[in-house]
């Protein structure tokens, strides 16, 4: 079955930089859509970035563009999200899931299998 994990999250002050790495097996990777979410307390799932099977196109959020940038290493069966300039608000669990098809969606329903979270902590 699919598998994803994340990894790389923690604790970073305001203005610094973390990566996320999520690393997929069960199925075969570059046919899908990889998308990151995430989840603040007490606040729904929210949508982060996507990239789209190939890796061709992406699409952001506009509380991140510009700021992270999202890319995928397929025959690595991962996918990455660089976060730089991080603000306090970015902090949440992220969240890396896999779309239904190779193109991207920014809902979480265009979604058919999610990872375990990474709790990314921005300090002011």
């Known amino acids: 079955q699919v598998q994803l994990v994340e990894s790389g999250g923690g604790l970073v002050q305001a203005g610094g930089s973390l990566r996320l790495s999520c690393a997929a097996s069960?199925?075969?990777?570059?046919?899908?859509?990889m998308g990151w979410f995430r989840q603040a307390p007490g606040k729904e799932r929210g949508f982060v970035a996507v990239i789209s099977g190939s890796g061709a196109s992406t699409y952001y959020a506009d509380s991140v563009k510009g700021r992270f940038t999202i890319s995928r290493d397929n025959a690595k069966n991962t996918v990455d999200l660089q976060m730089n300039s991080l603000k306090p608000e970015d902090t949440a669990v992220y969240y890396c899931a896999q779309g239904a098809y190779s193109g991207g969606s920014s809902y979480s329903n265009g979604y058919e299998h999610w990872g375990q979270g990474t709790q990314v902590t921005v300090s002011s």
């Open positions: 069960g199925r075969t990777f570059s046919r899908y859509a």
